[in-house]
T-cell receptor, first 112, second 115 residues
Framework: GESVGLHLPTLSVQEGDNSIINCAYSNSASDYFIWYKQESGKGPQFIIDIRSNMDKRQGQRVTVLLNKTVKHLSLQIAATQPGDSAVYFCAENKGNNNDMRFGAGTRLTVKP | GAVVSQHPSRVICKSGTSVKIECRSLDFQATTMFWYRQFPKQSLMLMATSNEGSKATYEQGVEKDKFLINHASLTLSTLTVTSAHPEDSSFYIC???????????FGSGTQLSVL
């Protein structure tokens, strides 16, 4: 069942520094992964995705790395800005639909 | 870009009443919509998958008689929390799959508080 009172892992960085947020996924059969950003009281916002036939994908200021051997995903944010402060979730997909399963999330705080 | 509208954004109700939450795809057709629940400081947990014109598929542990899902059109799915109790207080989020490009878009969420 769900636990009450869990605290999200947190990452605090200085404005302008690079951030790395990590995620371990559960299913070796997952073939599609998405990183989402969620601000307080809002729904998740798509950041970047990657398929299992790739190990790296770059977007604007963001890079996702996928290590299928150890089932690990990371999100790198370059030159982190205060507006990047949010909770970041990785999500995995186990089939041919959009049934996304979310990881635990990491709270990123950017200090000015 | 594609927009998913979720309404209401916030609702407070008395214990024992029912609450309906709407999820609309504004500029695309959504054959599939998903409903999630998120407790404070926790992740999104999938509750059910809603397919237009058919019965929803519920995740293990989610009571289908308590969380009624209707997906009567390609642009609207509703989640009704029946006989709500304080433990149902949570942030409910929908997502919709664009039939045309299979991309997924999220609503802005509904904060339900049951007194």
């Amino acid at each position: 069942g769900e636990s009450v009172g869990l605290h999200l892992p947190t990452l605090s960085v200085q404005e302008g520094d690079n951030s790395i947020i990590n995620c371990a996924y559960s299913n070796s059969a997952s073939d599609y992964f998405i990183w989402y950003k969620q601000e307080s009281g809002k729904g998740p916002q798509f950041i970047i995705d990657i398929r299992s036939n790739m190990d790296k994908r770059q977007g604007q200021r963001v890079t996702v790395l996928l290590n299928k051997t150890v089932k690990h995903l990371s999100l790198q944010i370059a030159a982190t800005q205060p507006g990047d402060s949010a909770v970041y979730f990785c999500a995995e997909n186990k089939g041919n639909n959009n049934d996304m399963r979310f990881g635990a999330g990491t709270r990123l705080t950017v200090k000015p | 870009g594609a927009v998913v509208s979720q309404h209401p954004s916030r609702v407070i109700c008395k214990s024992g009443t029912s609450v309906k939450i709407e999820c609309r795809s504004l500029d695309f057709q959504a054959t599939t919509m998903f409903w999630y629940r998120q407790f404070p400081k926790q992740s999104l947990m999938l509750m059910a998958t809603s397919n237009e014109g058919s019965k929803a598929t519920y995740e293990q542990g989610v009571e289908k008689d308590k969380f009624l899902i209707n997906h009567a059109s390609l642009t609207l799915s509703t989640l009704t929390v029946t006989s709500a109790h304080p433990e149902d207080s949570s942030f409910y989020i929908c997502s919709a799959e664009d039939r045309g490009n299979e991309k997924l878009f999220f609503g802005s969420g509904t904060q339900l508080s049951v007194l």
